[in-house]
Nanobody
């Protein structure tokens, strides 16, 4: 079984910064793309940023230039550095990873989520 555990959420003032971390653990062969999603109250879950195993990144337009996704493959960890935070960034942030568990298809895994609240 594969587990993704996020950390780093909390309350931050508008304009501030926060760094989220997500560690993958368990039995698996490799991790492909990893990403961060978020879901605000009453809204659908949306992708924030993702990163391939080779380090290529994509960002949602709403966070481009403010957020940075990175990963440490040796630690099976993905990070999300969030700067210039806005109240509209308030949401539960979820980690996602495409994992090769054995000699088979890539399986999608999710973390339990971590709350980020940006106060104005």
């Amino acid at each position: 079984q594969v587990q993704l555990v996020e950390s780093g959420g909390g309350v931050v003032q508008a304009g501030g910064s926060r760094r989220l971390s997500c560690v993958a653990s368990g039995r698996f062969v490799s991790i492909n793309a990893m990403g961060w999603y978020r879901q605000a109250p009453g809204k659908q879950r949306e992708v924030v940023a993702d990163i391939t195993s080779g380090g290529s990144t994509n960002y949602a337009a709403s966070v481009k230039g403010r957020f940075t996704i990175s990963r440490d493959n040796a630690k099976n960890t993905v990070y999300l550095q969030m700067n210039s935070l806005k109240p509209e960034d308030t949401a539960v942030y979820y980690c996602n990873a495409g994992v090769v568990v054995s000699l088979g298809p890539i399986k999608d895994y999710w973390g339990q989520g971590t709350q980020v609240t940006v106060s104005s």
